[in-house]
């Protein structure tokens, strides 16, 4: 080459291919830098999860059993149809294996799939359904090796081992859904986890729920577990023995399975719940193993079974509110024992006829004869004579118009109206002729079955202790109850009196016979409350009328002397308390005296398998 050439251009050119080479490992190292740094957690945590898995382990909850220790709510194990996320190579193919395993469409799988990956973290397995049949599961495990990204987890489901009896007491567990996830009631519960929804099992699902564990296993290029590396054993929910009876739960579930209501049945010394069945009813087992678009729609039909109507419902009580009427009548002053009152069939009271249920009247009445014979007359005539106010002050002291506190979520607090009441919900005056009605349990004043069993408790033994289910947890403790002495103040002999009146009302000739029980001293009182108001009623046609057949109570307790147990039966729209309510809560006296006091053996109930 010429000494005096011109190297110029050649190395413009080495200068633009250094700049080139030099970006191009600018670009590598910046590259390598984003992956080794920037997402070195991702890519470590994907790796480790290529070699070991950790496989959560549920922890079964804990049993739910009766006063004797017989099973309520139990554990099954269950197969469930899960997707590693992290495998699913062909979304398509993955998603029609599924759907032909089990009989969906493949659509319905992606559905599935996109609403469980809404639910649950990066990492975790994705829920396809939890509850497969055996031959879903052979399937699904015969073609395991073609398939690695779905596989099978055996985990607790929840069973009722009776299905719907007592379902509205036990209440159903479900998954977590998002808005329970941001409360504070389910802090600490993470997504996928199975909670209490309902009933006592949410009420104590911290205590029925247990610790889940885990276990770290090592798995091949297929996904296979070749071995175990460490395991943390779950621990299992506390057992909760509750007070109710299960005999005298099947006995009021029976009675009442035609009927829409509720039955309640407590012991009125401790306030321990032996039997609450409200109808129509559902199976929880549906909610353990998910429930179908057609079943969710069945339970929310016009009947509500999901809804416990014997403490989410509130009621006129009709004629069994003159117990505590005489309770305030007596202690107001207004009324002596000696007290009668001339029944001919109605009173005309602020120049308005009020009518009696017995249009040829009692003729002269007392207290005892006026609630064995439940006379609207002598009752219209004492509420003449007492301010809504009043009536207000003793009724409550009756535990009417707040809540009992049971421990069951969703209780309602029915309604004791009062001036105030009356001022604060509807502006308005509270008028002397509204007490009239309210006087024989009509009008604005509403309870719920539990309400008034809790009433009667008190009418049969002076005390009101607060009605529970939680007799004992597995750690032993028995929760505390309280038993306020509520009537304390009232006169021993004007209780006797009503008692009496209410023993008269099933052994004479009372509205209540169908009560009774031979051998066995049953004292009650009869209720049939009207749904809507009696003017109103008489200018509908016979057809329209029918609609609104009045609601039939029997509320009453057994020994008269040293009460064990109160019984009370509503049946919704069903017509006379007499005819309807009474005989439910006669088969429950009669079970109840056939088993503590005869001490005859009782049938064992059938479970599920």
């Known amino acids: 080459m010429p000494i005096n050439q011109d190297n110029r251009p050649l190395n413009r050119r080495l200068a633009i291919l250094q700049v080139v080479f030099g970006l191009v490992l600018l670009l590598l190292l910046g590259k390598l830098w984003h992956l080794s740094v920037v997402h070195y957690s991702f890519y470590e945590e994907l790796a480790h999860n290529n070699r070991v898995r950790t496989v959560p382990l549920v922890a079964p909850r804990g049993l739910i059993l009766d006063r004797e220790g017989r099973v309520l709510a139990d554990n099954v194990p269950s197969s469930k149809l899960l997707v590693y996320r992290d495998e699913l190579d062909d979304e398509e193919a993955t998603y029609a294996f599924i759907a032909r395993g089990l009989g969906l469409s493949p659509s319905q799988v992606r559905e599935s799939v996109e609403k469980a990956s809404r639910r649950v973290g990066r990492f975790r397995p994705l829920e396809v359904t939890g509850s497969l049949s055996l031959e879903q599961v052979a399937y699904f495990k015969a073609r395991q090796a073609e398939h690695p990204e779905v596989r099978i987890s055996r985990q607790p489901r929840r069973l009722y081992r009776h299905g719907p009896l007592a379902a509205h007491v036990l209440g159903y567990v479900g998954e977590i859904n998002e808005a329970q996830l941001g409360s504070k009631e389910f802090q600490g519960f993470k997504p996928g986890d199975v909670i209490g929804k309902f009933g006592l099992e949410r009420q104590y699902n911290r205590l029925l729920s247990g610790k889940d564990g885990s276990a770290l296993v090592r798995v091949n290029s297929q996904g296979k577990a070749t071995a175990e590396i460490s395991r943390q054993e779950p621990t299992r929910g506390s057992p909760l023995h509750i007070t109710l009876d299960l005999d005298l739960q099947m006995a009021a579930e029976e009675a009442l399975s035609q009927e829409i209501g509720a039955v309640v049945a407590l012991d009125p010394r401790n306030g321990e719940v032996l039997a609450m069945a409200s109808s129509p009813a559902y199976d929880p087992n549906g909610f353990a193993r998910g429930l179908s678009a057609e079943e969710w729609e069945e339970?929310?039909?016009?009947?509500?079974?999901?809804?416990?109507?014997?403490?989410?419902?509130?009621?006129?009580?009709?004629?069994?509110?003159?117990?505590?009427?005489?309770?305030?009548?007596?202690?107001?002053?207004?009324?002596?024992?000696?007290?009668?009152?001339?029944?001919?069939?109605?009173?005309?009271?602020?120049?308005?006829?009020?009518?009696?249920?017995?249009?040829?009247?009692?003729?002269?009445?007392?207290?005892?004869?006026?609630?064995?014979r439940s006379c609207n007359v002598y009752f219209y005539q004492m509420g003449r004579q007492m301010p809504i106010d009043q009536i207000h002050h003793y009724a409550s002291q009756f535990g009417l118009g707040r809540a009992t506190g049971i421990d069951l979520p969703g209780e309602v607090s029915g309604l004791l109206p009062s001036t105030r009441w009356k001022r604060e919900a509807r502006d308005q005056p509270w008028y002397p002729g509204e007490t009239i009605s309210v006087s024989i349990g009509q009008g604005p004043i509403n309870v719920t079955p539990l309400q008034l069993a809790s009433a009667i408790g008190v009418a049969a033994t002076g005390r009101a202790p607060r009605p529970h289910l939680a007799l004992r947890s597995g750690a032993g403790e028995v929760s505390s109850q309280a038993a306020p002495n509520l009537l304390e103040d009232f006169d021993p002999r004007h209780i006797e009196g009503i008692r009496q009146g209410m023993w008269r009302a099933v052994n004479n000739w009372g509205t209540a016979r169908a009560a009774r029980v031979e051998g066995f001293d049953v004292a009650g009182k009869t209720g049939t409350a009207q749904v809507i108001g009696r003017e109103t009623l008489e200018k509908l046609s016979k057809e329209e009328a029918a609609r609104f057949t009045t609601n039939a109570w029997f509320a009453g307790f057994a020994p008269r002397d040293n009460p064990e147990v109160v019984v009370v039966a509503l049946v919704q729209q069903g017509g006379g308390g007499g005819a309807k309510a009474a005989p439910i809560a006669g088969k429950l006296f009669d079970l109840y005296y056939r088993k503590h006091h005869l001490h005859e053996p009782m049938q064992s109930p059938v479970e599920l398998r």
């Open 299 to 372: 339970l929310n039909n016009p009947g509500k079974p999901l809804q416990n109507r014997a403490i989410q419902n509130a009621y006129s009580p009709g004629s069994i509110f003159k117990v505590v009427m005489a309770a305030a009548g007596l202690r107001s002053g207004v009324y002596s024992l000696d007290t009668t009152v001339y029944c001919n069939g109605g009173a005309t009271i602020y120049g308005h006829r009020f009518r009696c249920h017995h249009s040829g009247g009692h003729g002269r009445v007392g207290l005892e004869l006026a609630i064995e």
